[in-house]
């Protein structure tokens, strides 16, 4: 009965939150060089409301039975949230301060090993609306959780700290974190009816202004 009343309370609050996303004004070259807050964007305590929301909505469908417990809370903060989400936001942010004092520079240039990351961006918040419109809010989270899956394994892939290097891989050094920009920015709109508060902090690590302005519409563009 708890499980059911509290999933309950939580489909109403997003309810109310995902038609009021909107979209925010992007600066999605610069970020923040603040990085003494990256770890309240990283660090998820095992207890509040944030992580039992997505602990609930990942683990039992919307209308359906389920089970609930500290092990799974444990699990899912471990596995989804630390060392996923905030692991694929502290390595992001920690290079481009690193290697470009906070700023990308403003040239693009595209390269195919980019091309599935770049894909998947574009196509995550068509698959996540269909999912949210069909109230399989399970379903939305797995295709977010996907993108950042995908995203962590690109950073694998390219090795950013071998491009850093070499001075001629420069570019594509910033092509390779500004693509990772873009998967977070992405991400941090999708997960905002779930986990608004960190999402905010996500916005405030990539220096984006207007969180209370986004729109689901802005998740549906690579590069905004």
Not at 3 to 22: G, M, N, Y
Not at 146 to 175: C, F, G, H, V
Not at 182 to 193: D, H, K, M, T
Request: charged residues 20%.
């Amino acid at each position: 009965m708890i499980i059911v009343i509290t999933v309950a309370i939580l489909f109403l609050d997003l309810l109310k939150v995902f038609p009021a996303i909107r979209t925010p004004a992007m600066h999605p070259h610069k970020v923040s060089g603040a990085l003494n807050r990256l770890a309240s964007s990283c660090c998820f305590p095992v207890s509040g409301l944030t992580n039992e929301r997505i602990v609930e909505l990942r683990e039992i469908n919307l209308g359906q039975d389920g089970n609930f417990s500290r092990d799974a809370l444990i699990t899912r903060i471990n596995a989804d949230l630390a060392n996923s989400l905030g692991n694929l936001v502290s390595r992001t942010t920690a290079m481009i301060e690193k290697y470009f004092g906070g700023t990308l520079p403003a040239a693009r240039e595209t390269d195919p090993a980019d091309e599935e990351l770049i894909s998947l961006i574009r196509s995550t918040a068509g698959a996540y609306q269909k999912q949210m419109d069909a109230f399989q809010l399970h379903l939305g989270l797995e295709e977010v959780f996907r993108l950042i899956n995908r995203a962590n394994k690109y950073i694998d892939e390219t090795m950013p700290w071998k491009l850093a290097k070499d001075e001629s891989q420069k570019q594509l050094l910033a092509n390779t974190l500004y693509n990772l920009v873009e998967s977070l920015r992405i991400i941090s709109i999708l997960i905002s009816p779930f986990m608004p508060e960190t999402a905010q902090k996500i916005y405030d690590q990539l220096n984006l202004s207007d969180f209370d302005k986004i729109q689901l519409e802005d998740a549906q563009t690579f590069g905004k």
